[in-house]
DNA sequence: AACATTAACAACCGCAAGTGG
DNA sequence: CCCACTTGCGGTTGTTAATGT
């Protein structure tokens, strides 16, 4: 290995490090004084460097000592700075060589373009931009790279950081990891489309094979069951739960989503995210939201009607590397007592016998049932909006097909498809919400978009305009039901709900001020 | 107050594409 | 074409501070 490094480390290490390796490594320290260095003496070294990093940056510094690694202190960061300023971006080995930095090349890049950087913006994300991470990770997975290419000043590093924060917490709370006004708004255009910047196509180590991982044969097959339905295991997350073609999976994210097939029956009932929606329809509808949830896997399929033939929870490299297209709709209860009666409903004897017009009609009126009649308005239905629908101003649109054929395509998800119209050949979609969401009233006047919706709906470069927007028509979230955060509930409500609603999530928000809280209207 | 858990952040690692000799 | 090197990306791990019990 060969660590190669020339002149004068002359850095000090950072306060840990610097006691070991003072003895025998390099470093003098810098003078400085850097304050701090002392508190710990003994540490073990974090910067145990022995040349270790051998990886790429290669370089053997034959007899140099090794490169340094961990935290890098102020005068390191004041050199490479001044470096680069002087020097530009770019030949890192140099940099390293030349600034009389002991640090590999590429921990000097990274240095500088997580941190040092002066176009960086600094501080927590704010609503905007959270929004815009959700939907850029609905529609790239996770492209942090490119994500950063849309969010000034940030870094990939840093919306990975938040991610993967985020996804745990939604995980632990059993919180959808796609808000569904985003997932509703995201057109399949932008769907996984990959630039060309970002056509490396490469492959990694950690992604899957390109074809499928898990193939729909994988899924059917078994008998039902549900009883995965635990958010508190680790509930599996895709990070791209509606790219219809594997591409690249990632291992480490992962998801739970349910998914629901059903074709060619006359009476079939189609239902997509949260339960929220139900298709009765002859059409290929686009469907909205898959948000992770849990897995599951309905078959309504005429052929194995009504028999849930399996349900997975699976630890899925990435949602990516399923192919939901072809009648494959995803279905994503949003909170966890549904899910709980949805579990408790499909193990149950008459689950598996349900009708194939409506196993998941069975199941989710079941739900409804199991909730008692505090929710027995679970239902409503509503003529599904054309694509050009727009919920600020939904004026005139006409009830038309929203089915058939490109357009249907246009959206972000899964599209499903029947033969017949249940309710006399009308080419509408209906859909029944299911309420999921007690408390948040989405009238189709008078919901209080935040600004940051608004921007994301006139938002020609992020938004299609082409796209249905669908609310759930009763209200969600009540003290006693705290399933959703606050980004999530803002877009809800119209409102910024502080501490109560969460509060009893463990872990789930204990910043008591969500950055950048905007002012609603009527509030 | 002590300990445990979680969130946020920073950095490292491995891989693969790009580039030039 | 091969090879070494550089660069960039995404996954993973480690550290620390905040929070909860």
């Not at 510094?61 to 002087?86: I, M, S």
């Not at 279905?331 to 008459?350: K, L, M, R």
């Not at 919920?391 to 089915?403: E, L, T």
Request: hydrophobic share 30%; proline share 9%.
């Amino acid at each position: 290995m060969t660590v190669k490094v020339e002149q004068e480390p002359a850095l000090e290490l950072p306060p840990k490090a610097e006691a070991e390796a003072g003895a025998d490594e390099f470093s003098p320290p810098l003078s400085s004084g850097e304050e701090e260095e002392e508190d710990d003496e003994e540490d073990e070294d974090e910067t145990d460097s022995e040349g270790s990093e051998g990886d790429d940056d290669g370089a053997g510094n034959g007899g140099a000592p090794p490169l340094r690694k961990g935290p890098w202190t102020p005068e390191e960061d004041k050199r490479l700075k001044d470096y680069v300023e002087a020097h530009g971006e770019g030949n890192w080995n140099q940099v390293q060589r030349n600034a009389g930095l002991n640090r590999c090349g590429k921990s000097c890049r990274l240095r500088w373009a997580n941190h040092l950087r002066p176009d960086l913006k600094k501080g927590p994300f704010d609503a905007e931009e959270v929004d815009k991470i959700i939907k850029f990770h609905i529609m790239w997975g996770n492209k942090w790279a490119k994500m950063a290419s849309h969010l000034p000043g940030r870094t990939d590093n840093e919306i990975k950081n938040y991610w993967n924060t985020r996804l745990k917490r939604h995980q632990r709370a059993g919180l959808p990891i796609y808000p569904e006004y985003l997932l509703s708004r995201v057109p399949d255009q932008e769907m996984n489309c990959h630039t060309p910047d970002d056509s490396r196509g490469k492959k990694r180590s950690n992604e899957l094979p390109q074809e499928k991982v898990i193939g729909m044969d994988d899924l059917v097959g078994d008998f039902m069951v549900f009883q995965h339905l635990d958010y508190g295991k680790d509930p599996v997350v895709p990070t791209n739960p509606l790219k219809r073609h594997a591409s690249t999976g990632d291992l480490s994210s992962t998801g739970d989503l349910s998914c629901v097939q059903m074709t060619g029956n006359t009476e079939q009932t189609f239902y997509s995210n949260d339960l929220n929606h139900v298709l009765t329809k002859s059409q290929s509808v686009p469907v909205g939201s898959a948000i992770a949830s849990s897995y599951t896997l309905f078959d309504a399929n005429p052929s194995t009607s009504g028999t849930i033939h399996k349900s997975m929870k699976t630890e899925l490299p990435s949602f990516q590397n399923y192919d939901f297209s072809s009648g494959w709709l995803l279905q994503c209860p949003s909170a966890p007592h549904v899910e709980q009666h949805i579990d408790t409903f499909i193990q149950s004897p008459e689950s598996i016998s349900s009708q194939n017009t409506g196993l998941l009609g069975a199941i989710v009126n079941k739900v409804d049932v199991l909730d008692g009649p505090t929710e027995s308005k679970r239902f409503f239905e509503m003529t599904v909006p054309p694509f050009g629908y727009n919920p600020v101003s939904q004026s005139g649109y006409p009830s038309s097909s929203v089915i058939g054929d490109c357009e249907a395509e246009a959206h972000p998800f899964a599209e499903i498809q029947a033969s017949n119209s249940p309710s006399g050949g009308s080419s509408d979609a209906i859909f029944s919400f299911s309420k999921c969401y007690p408390n948040a009233s989405f009238s189709d006047s008078g919901v209080p978009f935040s600004s940051l919706e608004a921007s994301f709906l006139n938002d020609d470069s992020l938004l299609s305009k082409e796209q249905s927007y669908l609310y759930p028509e009763e209200p969600i979230l009540s003290k006693e039901q705290p399933y959703l955060y606050p980004e999530e509930l803002k877009h809800l409500t119209g409102q910024w709900l502080d501490s109560s609603p969460w509060k009893s999530v463990p872990g789930a928000y204990n910043k008591p001020d969500f950055p950048n809280k905007p002012d609603f209207p009527g509030q």
